[in-house]
């Protein structure tokens, strides 16, 4: 059962409560919000002291709600589900805004800690329309940035950015970045039609006294109020959610937002400590994204992050939800049954790997573009080892991207043993991968040679026989022309499974260590065209990883040198992560514990410390020299070096978890 709404609405002075159209209390006065001057500043500049949260809370309570909760907490429905939505309703310009309405206390508890009633409280705008019914796949989420996301002041909002972007790994999200300008945030929710923005950015507010965002670009700087914002956010159709960290915008900011047609705006009414941030936002994303009552999942997690702490610094109380009064309570904005297929089908292809996976947005962005940009042959390679670069898991974040867009991913290696050397051997991988894949999604099995074989045995006696044809079987034209053939088939017949499938489905080969090949990677490279294995009607591009200097990279190397530039090629440096994308990569891990079996330390959350100079923190990272296999080892040893330097705080969410149920239910 979803919490009721209970519409508390403020029009010209007056209260008035409702519930189901019904009315419940009122139309009376509401009262000034006897709170003195010196308890504003502290609250404002959240420097409270002791008793300052119940104090306020009871004073706003008192203003607005008191004269109707008798009848409100007797309402059969809000005891019947055990809570309600306190949805408080006036104008997106009202000054009303400014109040942390979410502290709200009836003078034996603050109503967010109520333990008789889970009460959410909202910020409802009146006459905007919800969203036209949940979205049928994995929801699309872009985290649009206003300025470097290791920037000190903006850095809270990127580790909230961390806990939406591990819903990338688990499957239930697909997420991009970009730091932009308005202008170019238009551009980019043009390109990639975002459900979910987060906007992180500094906030200002100018001489009128209208709240504003600074997006740092490329091109240029920019401010952007409400209705720009809300111009450039739809300008790839209607998002669904929008998710501000900045100051200045959790009041009349956030409520224009909802009123030029963003049916769901969360807001941070200033500066938050970083575990409150954390344990509210797991909680509303987790439902933003996996299909849950937004509402619900709001209360619950502002209950969370009172647990253990001190109910006066009020920060739990900061986190502010603004709804379009069309979106009806228990609403959920996405239906998760298709993201959670897609995460199955690439559990089974071995695509999915914890933890969230971190940096090479360089490169992940060459793949989101593959087919856009006509990218036949993409090869993020080094001239030397590329041991301990993270290659393999590139692939596998790439072949999942690619697999939620739409495409069918044909992964080739990692290999245990020798690579592959010759051209049957690879022709033979090469089909009964797809074969294997095509089985996974539930499609007709890849032809061979342009004949579906009827099993194992047929397929290796075509292989010998194609293989064996005079040329050698990689240097023939008419080799490679069957094989696109063969592919594009798969293609076809995989754009009939619906959703994400259809038209636009390919498939894309991805090879993991291409350098250790022997003659079939002269094979491979003889047949690779701007279209990679396909043609231009149906391309099927080759992803890869190699060392330019190991085995037969220098045979690579030439052909990378010789195709440099030219269209449908691309050759990105596979290196270690840089510096400003380590630290927050490490960071970002450290905020998802994943290695349960081992012991405690590595199940805690790392966070950085409330005051910690933020180069100290940079430096102590740094020593892990961006190397991203560090994350299943030697990133806890240093988190637990630095948590002694007073530089990382450990917390247990799960124990906090366990005590909010222990305690509410």
């Not at 904005?333 to 947005?361: F, N, S």
């Amino acid at each position: 059962m979803s919490l009721p709404r209970v519409r508390i609405a403020v029009r010209a002075g007056l209260v008035e409560v409702t519930c189901d159209d019904r009315a419940v209390a009122g139309p009376y006065a509401m009262k000034e919000v006897a709170a003195g001057p010196e308890l504003l500043a502290r609250v404002r500049g959240g420097a409270t002291t002791a008793g300052d949260g119940a104090v306020y809370g009871r004073a706003l309570f008192r203003a607005l709600l008191e004269p109707a909760w008798e009848q409100i907490t007797a309402l059969a429905a809000v005891r019947a589900a055990g809570g309600a939505e306190l949805a408080l309703c006036w104008p997106p310009d009202s000054d009303l805004h400014g109040w942390l309405w979410e502290a709200m206390h009836d003078g034996d508890h603050h109503l967010a800690a109520r333990p008789d009633l889970l009460l959410a409280i909202t910020r409802l705008v009146p006459g905007a329309a919800g969203p036209e019914g949940a979205q049928g796949r994995a929801p699309r989420v872009l985290f649009a940035a206003g300025d470097a996301l290791t920037d000190e002041v903006i850095r809270p909002g990127a580790m909230f950015m961390g806990l939406i972007r591990a819903l990338d790994a688990e499957g239930l999200a697909v997420t991009r970045v970009a730091q932009v300008s308005a202008e170019e945030l238009a551009d980019v929710c043009a390109a990639f039609r975002p459900d979910i923005v987060h906007v992180v950015a500094h906030g200002s507010v100018d001489e009128d006294g209208r709240s504003l965002l600074r997006l740092r670009g490329h091109r240029a700087d920019s401010w952007a109020g409400a209705a720009e914002l809300a111009t450039a956010l739809t300008a790839g159709g209607p998002v669904r959610a929008v998710v501000l960290s900045a100051c200045h915008t959790g009041d009349a900011f956030a409520a224009e937002l909802v009123a030029a047609g963003i049916p769901l705006v969360s807001a941070m009414a200033g500066e938050i400590s970083e575990r409150a941030c954390r344990l509210y936002a797991r909680k509303l994303t987790g439902a933003l994204a996996g299909g849950g009552a937004v509402v619900e999942a709001s209360a619950k997690g502002r209950r969370a992050a009172m647990v253990g702490a001190s109910r006066d610094h009020l920060d739990w109380a900061r986190p502010a939800l603004f709804l379009a009064e069309g979106l009806q309570p228990g609403a959920s904005l996405v239906d998760p049954v298709a993201a959670r297929r897609l995460v199955e089908l690439a559990d089974e292809l071995k695509l999915r790997r914890q933890p969230l996976h971190i940096g090479r947005d360089h490169i992940l962005d060459q793949v989101d573009r593959l087919f856009t940009d006509r990218l036949g042959f993409l090869v993020a390679c080094r001239d030397g080892t590329i041991q301990r670069t993270g290659g393999t898991r590139l692939l596998r974040e790439a072949g999942f991207r690619l697999l939620r867009d739409g495409h069918v991913p044909v992964f080739i290696g990692p290999f245990s043993g020798s690579a592959l050397q010759t051209p049957r051997e690879l022709l033979a991988v090469l089909h009964f991968q797809a074969a294997e894949v095509a089985a996974t999604l539930g499609a007709p099995p890849p032809p061979l040679r342009g004949v579906r074989p009827a099993g194992f045995d047929e397929a290796l006696e075509r292989i010998d026989a194609f293989a064996g044809e005079p040329g050698p079987f990689a240097l023939t034209a008419a080799a490679r022309r069957t094989l696109a053939e063969d592919l594009g088939a798969l293609a076809a017949s995989a754009a009939d499974l619906g959703e994400p499938f259809g038209p636009h489905t390919r498939v894309v080969v991805l090879i993991d260590s291409l350098h250790a090949f022997g003659e079939a990677l002269t094979g491979l490279l003889s047949m690779i065209r701007a279209t990679g294995l396909g043609t231009a009607q149906r391309p099927v591009p080759v992803v890869a990883t190699a060392s330019l200097s190991e085995d037969q990279g220098r045979l690579l190397k030439s052909f990378c040198e010789r195709e440099a530039g030219a269209p449908g090629f691309a050759f990105p440096e596979l290196t270690g992560l840089g510096d400003e994308e380590a630290v927050l990569g490490y960071q970002w891990v450290l905020l998802h514990p994943w290695l349960r079996h081992r012991e405690p330390e590595f199940r805690r959350v790392y966070v950085a410390a409330r005051g910690a100079r933020a180069d100290k923190l940079r430096d102590g990272l740094r020593v892990l020299k961006g190397d991203p296999t560090v994350v299943e080892d030697t990133l806890y040893m240093a988190a637990q070096i630095l948590a002694v330097s007073d530089l990382l705080v450990t917390d247990d969410d799960e124990a906090v978890y366990a005590e909010y149920l222990e305690r509410f239910g």
